[in-house]
């Protein structure tokens, strides 16, 4: 069996231990000769370094791992590269939370005016990293999940047309893991999925096992009254109150359309007004990821380095990342797995923009994704995505030309900003903040 190298991109990551932890765990399926960690920042990264090559050396000695802040040497002979970039970080995630809501926003990582600026500092460092990856190792293939994932899948597919990226997330599997609890099934890979939107913006469809039998009325009835809350620990990385508001909240969105089930991230454009009700302005999501995620794994970490050793330490396998080794199985050994992916439409879902980046179910093997046939969708989901697509398209035509008035319509358009005047108060001050990481704008 060939052994793999992989390239872990952002290696300073809160969930490149996990990843790692998980990586190690399934090498009978798929082999690593080499890991390598690549981030900007030095001494962030060299903490989880310190820490991997422990747990690496416990586990896997053969495992020949190193980590460096030059791109050549770090996307040198690699076969993957795993992306999981924050440009800015946690700093900059805070006041993309905060800036919005000041001005009685939604304030968010992704969804709105947080994720569009975000967006605006992503583009950069994913296209860097796509160009280092090019240069050094043409035949490799990047999986990226550093969001917002639908603005970075428009910037490659208009920016990098013909480049091997594959753009996708994890909230899907979070929800169908969900799902499976639910319904009493061992996997989640028991159920064969139809779902189709953008990302952070999409609605199942149509759920079955194997044996073809509808799993959608049992599901239904559950999200009716509970969301996708459950009441047992399966999943280690949505677990603060927040989230579970999340969960439980997919109830009233569920609520709008009952033929779907929906993808949590829809109640930041479907109850805007009640997601900036119950925020905090002073303390947002960055900051419970800076004081719990942050601190927890740095923290152990550290321990770790120290005492040459992971004995007692509290870092978990990322179960819920097992699709990244899925998917990088697809690709090298054609296994033609059934996986939502961030794509082109080109024509899958019927009656959307073929050009839009599309989050839907395809075959992937080693020449890449293979979408499956949506057919035609709805009035409501049509109406929302196209308003949603163009705020992706435009933020990414305003970065391409630098363009001031095109960002203002990205955030007017966006359904959870009330009207041009407060996006414009909002962008003002999304600029000042985002000086040294966006191009200037005229
Ligand atoms: P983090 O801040 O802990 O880690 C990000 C790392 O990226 C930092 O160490 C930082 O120094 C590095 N970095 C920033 N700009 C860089 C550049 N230009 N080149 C190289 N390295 C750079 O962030 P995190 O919370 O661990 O999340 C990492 C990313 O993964 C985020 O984009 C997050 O949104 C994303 N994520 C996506 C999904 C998904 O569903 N797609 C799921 C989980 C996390
Ligand atoms: C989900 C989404 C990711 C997002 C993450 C945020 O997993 O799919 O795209 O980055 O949640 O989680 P956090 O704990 O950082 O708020
Ligand atoms: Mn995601």
């Given at each position: 069996m060939k052994k793999y190298s992989v390239l872990v991109a952002?290696?300073?990551?809160?969930?490149t231990p996990g990843i790692v932890l998980m990586l190690l765990d399934n090498l009978d399926k798929f082999p690593i000769k080499e890991l390598k960690f690549y981030d900007n920042d030095a001494a962030r990264q060299e903490t989880i370094g310190k820490a991997c090559a422990v747990l690496i050396k416990e586990r896997a000695p053969e495992v020949e791992f190193s980590y460096t802040t030059d791109p050549r040497e770090a996307f040198s002979g690699v076969d993957f590269v795993m992306a999981h970039i924050r440009v800015g970080k946690y700093p900059m995630r805070e006041l993309d939370e905060k800036i919005p809501l000041k001005h009685g926003v939604v304030g968010q990582e992704t969804c709105g005016p947080g994720g569009i600026a975000y967006g605006m500092r992503s583009i950069g460092g994913v296209l860097e990293l796509v160009d280092y990856m090019e240069k050094y190792s043409p035949n490799a293939w990047m999986l990226n999940y550093s969001n917002p994932a639908a603005i970075v899948a428009e910037a490659t597919r208009r920016l990098r047309p013909n480049s091997k990226i594959l753009n996708i997330c994890d909230m899907p599997v979070g929800i169908e893991v969900r799902m499976a609890e639910i319904l009493g099934l061992?996997?989640?890979?028991e159920m064969i999925v139809k779902y189709y939107g953008l990302n952070h913006f999409g609605w199942y469809s149509d759920i079955r096992d194997k044996a073809g039998n509808d799993l959608m009325p049992k599901l239904k009835e559950h999200v009716a009254k509970h969301?996708?809350?459950?009441?047992?620990?399966?999943?280690?990385?949505?677990?603060e109150p927040s989230w579970n508001d999340t969960f439980a909240k997919a109830k009233d969105v569920y609520a709008l359309d009952t033929n779907t089930l929906p993808n949590t991230y829809l109640k930041y454009y479907l109850f805007p007004d009640y997601v900036v009700e119950h925020s905090n302005k002073e303390y947002t999501r960055a900051n419970e990821v800076m004081d719990g995620r942050e601190k927890h794994v740095f923290g152990e970490c550290r321990k770790i380095a120290d005492k040459g050793s992971s004995a007692g330490a509290s870092l978990h396998i990322d179960e819920h990342a097992s699709y990244i080794v899925d998917l990088a199985r697809a690709i090298a050994y054609n296994t033609k797995e059934r996986m939502l992916m961030i794509v082109p439409n080109q024509g899958s879902?019927?009656?959307?923009?073929?050009?839009a980046m599309v989050e839907i179910p395809c075959l992937v093997g080693s020449t890449g994704p293979e979408p499956v046939q949506i057919g035609s969708i709805p009035q409501f989901q049509l109406g929302m995505m196209n308003q949603q697509v163009a705020v992706e398209k435009l933020v990414v035509e305003a970065w391409v030309e630098k363009s001031y008035t095109k960002l203002w319509q990205a955030i007017t358009l966006?359904?959870?900003?009330?009207?041009a005047t407060v996006a414009k108060a909002i962008l003002d001050d999304l600029i000042a903040a985002n000086k040294d990481y966006w191009p200037e704008l005229h």
């Open positions: 952002g290696g300073g990551s809160t969930f061992e996997s989640r890979k969301g996708y809350v459950v009441h047992k620990d399966i999943d280690s990385q949505h677990v879902i019927s009656n959307f923009d073929p050009t966006s359904k959870t900003v009330p009207s």
